[in-house]
């Protein structure tokens, strides 16, 4: 039987490698050896994917970690929406996968016209019922959105999330205008944490990730769907110092992300913290060490253009 050819560049030359994922499953991920494009094996259905996003997943009354944390998101968001204001014309934007809405608060504070998609109700609840924002609940192609009505659209940390991101990459093409702003951030399979933790890999998160792009592939397949890359940022103090803390301590110590399973909030955790005494305070310990040092080579892989996660604007073309 022939090899699956890559559906970034269309290589028949694909590698395999098992992937350690929160279950007991098997999974593998497969990766182009040309472009470098990852994609999770076996790849499931809608069905069988939900099971990974049980109603624990978003937290209790949508609320994810500590409270002292979600004030932090909230910072990150509001960074976030600033830079796509410097970016983009003001008008309507889409944030695709959405989640609780606040980055769509602040843009709609900024001047923007908000709108959001996400594919279950739970999900969609917060940003549509305490926010106030209009969220399509479903596929974005069945969404009842005009072409070309929206001046940016966004994909933070979502992209990976879809079994048909480029069809995604497509359809977010036709909704934009001419010149419009899309904004795409992704793990980075290409990083200098992914080359050091394997399948440690705070960020490799399988099932839940279909895909594992790198840099270059994920510039690659902007390219193809119509786009030109006008920032690429591999800095990101939300995302990368937490990844290599993860990793580092993924790497150490028994239990897979234990610490990032112990800043959730209690209905969001996947074991209760009590049948884990000693590992919380040995966790505990070593991420008090590792914490400066997760810094400082969030810094390194910054300059050296391998960040854990990186973060693309780039401009429709046509």
């Known amino acids: ?25 098997p999974f593998f991920v497969e990766r182009c050896r040309a472009c470098g494009l990852g994609w999770t094996s076996p790849a499931l259905s809608d069905a069988e994917i939900a099971d990974w996003y049980p109603q624990g997943y978003y937290g209790d009354g949508n609320a994810r970690f500590h409270p002292l944390l979600e004030r932090l998101v909230r910072l990150f968001q509001t960074r976030r929406a600033r830079v796509i204001r410097r970016r983009a014309a003001s008008g309507k934007v889409l944030d695709v996968g959405c989640g609780r809405g606040f980055l769509l608060k602040t843009l709609r504070r900024l001047g923007f016209e ?54 995604m990459l497509a359809l977010a093409h036709g909704l934009l205008k001419p010149g419009g702003l899309l904004v795409v951030a992704v793990p980075n399979s290409e990083s200098l944490q992914a080359a050091v933790a394997g ?29 030109t890359v006008v920032k690429e940022d591999h800095f990101s103090f939300e995302q990368n110092p937490y990844g290599w803390l993860q990793s580092l301590l993924n790497l150490v110590t028994p239990r897979f992300n234990f610490l990032y399973d112990w800043l959730k909030t209690k209905s969001a955790r996947t074991a209760p913290l009590r049948k884990n005494p000693k590992q919380a305070l040995w966790t505990l310990g070593l991420a008090a060490v590792g914490a400066p040092l997760a810094v400082l080579l969030t810094v390194l892989e910054a300059g050296l253009r391998r960040g854990g996660t990186v973060e693309m604007y780039a401009v429709k073309r046509g």
């Open 1 to 25: 039987m022939s090899a699956p050819a890559c559906p970034g560049c269309g290589e028949t030359r694909v590698a395999s490698a098992p992937a350690k994922g929160t279950g007991t499953a």
């Open 114 to 167: 908000p709108h959001g998609v996400e594919l279950c109700e739970h999900s969609a609840w917060h940003a549509r019922n305490r926010l106030h924002i209009p969220v399509h609940v479903g596929a974005l192609s069945t969404a009842p959105y005009a072409k070309g009505a929206f001046s940016a659209v966004v994909f933070w940390h979502t992209l990976e999330h879809f079994a048909k991101p480029f069809e």
């Open 199 to 227: 399948t440690d890999w705070f960020h490799l998160d399988v099932p839940r990730h279909y895909w594992h792009f790198g840099a270059s592939s994920l510039k690659r397949a902007l390219d193809r769907a119509g786009f």
